[in-house]
């Protein structure tokens, strides 16, 4: 992969390596349609939001571009639990859909966890049931075959496509939550991995004095410019997963910042940009998910 810098770090590029994942996909897909199978992913997101209406355009867009079959479904943001719940019922029964996805975040009269929870844990495209979380946790040496959380599995994916090993490194994650922050050291320390991690969040006493140890920085924090360039060790990997959404006052037009203030690039070693970075990788790595569970499914894993 050619390396693009930004001041003095190498750039992550999310959309290069997410191309490259793509079109490997692609071939996969055409293997299980010349078996009869073609792979369907499928996405439910209640309510409106416009981010949320975005990430799920995208996820169809990229899965029909690949020869994958996709199914939107969506349902007003007052629906009840129950209407969710027959939702996943259908999904879980429909042989067209090998895996799918929750938009997240849901409305707050939901409850998230009893959705998640709801999900047919073999077609859990995000890796987020208990089952796959837990299996996670059991899973030191990598050997069993699980979905795993997109986003952690594109920051790897990400940092290895780019002749990044993390053998060795201290990895410093902000954040704690379901999709980044809980799952990623489960994955950073597996025996093939390697790597030492420590995890911060907001609530954490003096964060600078972390991240300034850090050889890798994932920051998903979801709070604008938490990690500043003066925290960071030069040279080191700084993954920027945070997105906060702020409308200008003056032009009422949305804009969006990531927890990474633009002059680490000048300390960093590597920077993933955002956007452009650990987004389109999380999309890419959903759709791995979902060709696994069709290769499974046909009994070709
Ligand atoms: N069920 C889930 N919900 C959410 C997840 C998740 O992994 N599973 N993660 C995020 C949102 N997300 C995927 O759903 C997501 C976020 C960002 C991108 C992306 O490619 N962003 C682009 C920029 C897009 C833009 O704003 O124009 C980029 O970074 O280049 C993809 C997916 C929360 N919910």
Known sequence: MTSQTAGRAVVLDGRAASSAIKEELAERVAALKARGVTPGIATVLVGADPASQLYVGMKHKQSEAIGMNSIQRELPADATQEQVEALIDELNADPACHGYIVQLPLPKHLDTDAILERIDPAKDADGLHP???????????????????????????????????????????????????????????????????????????????????????????????????????????????????????????????????????????????????????????LMTNVVEAAERAAGLA
Request: charged fraction near 20%.
């Open 131 to 285: 089952t796959n979380l837990g299996r996670l946790v059991l899973n030191v040496s990598g050997t069993i075959d699980t979905p795993l959380p997109c986003t952690p599995r594109g920051v790897i994916e990400l940092l290895v496509r780019n002749g990044y090993d993390l053998k060795g490194k201290h990895v410093v994650v902000v954040g704690r939550g379901v999709t980044i922050g809980r799952p990623i050291p489960l994955l950073l320390t597996r025996r093939e991995i390697n790597a030492t991690v420590t995890i911060t969040h907001t609530g954490t006493a003096d964060l600078s004095e972390h991240l300034r140890r850090a050889d890798v920085i994932v920051a998903g924090a979801g709070v604008k410019h938490i990690v500043r360039p003066e925290d960071v060790k030069p040279g080191a990997a700084v993954l920027d997963v945070g997105v906060t959404r702020e409308t200008d006052p003056e032009t009422g037009k949305s804009k969006v910042y990531g927890d990474v203030h633009p002059e680490v690039a000048e300390v960093a070693g590597y920077i993933s940009p955002n956007p452009g970075g650990v987004g389109p990788m999380t999309v890419a790595l």
